[in-house]
């Protein structure tokens, strides 16, 4: 299905879940399996009775997911007379908006990026203007080779979820930040490796992973003095919600974040509404 490798693991890691469920249950067979066994499954990856860590509803969402999906392909193979898990509904996760920043706190993240003024900061500063300036997920972001990157029409190639493409237009500032360390940095990181085409290195010459460019907004947010549960994602929900505060079409920001749904994308509305209703309560004489 062209699953992105995090998704891939965190499945093994609930089908080995679950197969250590039934093991204590001495189930060895899974025509054994019965709707009764899913359930108790759910309940223990909730309250962590199996000896896990406690699962939230949207982790438990698909485990659950993961679970169906081996049983249907076991039916399918005639391994199993019917399908246990047919019936056991996901949790489902309460609806949350999305947490976004103000333009004036990206600013300031942004200016703590570069602070320093080393080959480091280039690239740090880039990294942030890059997933601000196209709504990249952090693995389309460090996954971005050079041929990826078109400076000069100011478009990036991005590999989302599903090994789907998209071409992205980012702003002028990415566009200069990007220009600034490919020119001025990456030659020097490059150097200490093998080659590689990823735009984004490390030290040592290699990809930058997603661990390190975790890091690398976390000292930013510090030293900008903004809350610690900033994430890259923080960036993809403020690229959003900026964009929709502005006027744009709810389906251009559809196309820009690679979602498949527009109603994935339609939560970012409920986020303009609240800051409307907040500013209308603000100034508004009578409304209270």
């Known amino acids: 299905r062209g699953l992105a490798a995090n998704s891939l ?14 093991t204590r249950c001495g189930i060895t067979d899974p025509a054994e399996v019965g ?3 899913v359930t108790a499954f759910l309940a223990a990856i909730r309250s962590g009775e199996d000896g896990g860590r406690p699962l939230t509803a949207s982790s438990a969402a698909r485990a659950v997911v993961a679970v169906r999906g081996l049983h249907r392909f076991l039916l399918l193979e005639g391994r199993i007379p019917d399908d246990p898990a047919a019936q056991v509904r996901p949790p489902v ?10 333009v004036d706190e990206v600013e ?3 200016e703590a990026a570069s602070a320093p003024g080393t080959p480091a900061a280039l690239r740090d500063r ?15 972001a460090v996954g971005l080779d050079v041929d990826d990157v078109d400076l000069q029409r100011g478009l990036v190639r991005l590999l989302g979820k599903g090994s789907k493409e ?5 702003g002028g500032y990415a566009v200069d930040a990007v220009t600034a360390y490919l020119v001025r940095a990456r030659p020097a990181f490059s150097a200490n490796g093998r080659g590689t085409p990823a735009v984004f290195l490390n030290t040592r010459g290699g990809r930058l992973s997603r ?4 890091a690398v907004l976390h000292a930013a947010a510090q030293r900008a003095g903004l809350h610690s549960t900033l994430s890259p994602h923080t960036l993809r929900h403020s690229f959003a919600t900026h964009l929709l505060d502005g006027g744009a079409d709810v389906r251009v920001v559809q196309e820009l974040l690679g979602h498949a749904s527009v109603t994935t994308t339609q939560i970012y509305t409920l986020v303009t509404v609240e800051h409307l209703r907040e500013v209308f309560l603000t100034a508004h004489p009578r409304a209270r």
Do not use: C, F, M
């Open 126 to 140: 880039a990294l942030l203007e890059l997933l601000y300036g196209s709504g990249a997920r952090i693995s389309e």
């Open 9 to 22: 693991s965190a499945y093994r890691r609930d089908l080995n879940r679950w197969t250590d469920h039934l």
């Open 166 to 170: 998209r071409l992205v237009p980012v």
């Open 93 to 102: 996760p309460p609806r949350r908006l999305p947490k976004a920043i103000s």
């Open 35 to 37: 709707e009764e066994h």
């Open 108 to 110: 300031r993240l942004l």
């Open 211 to 214: 661990q390190s460019a975790w």
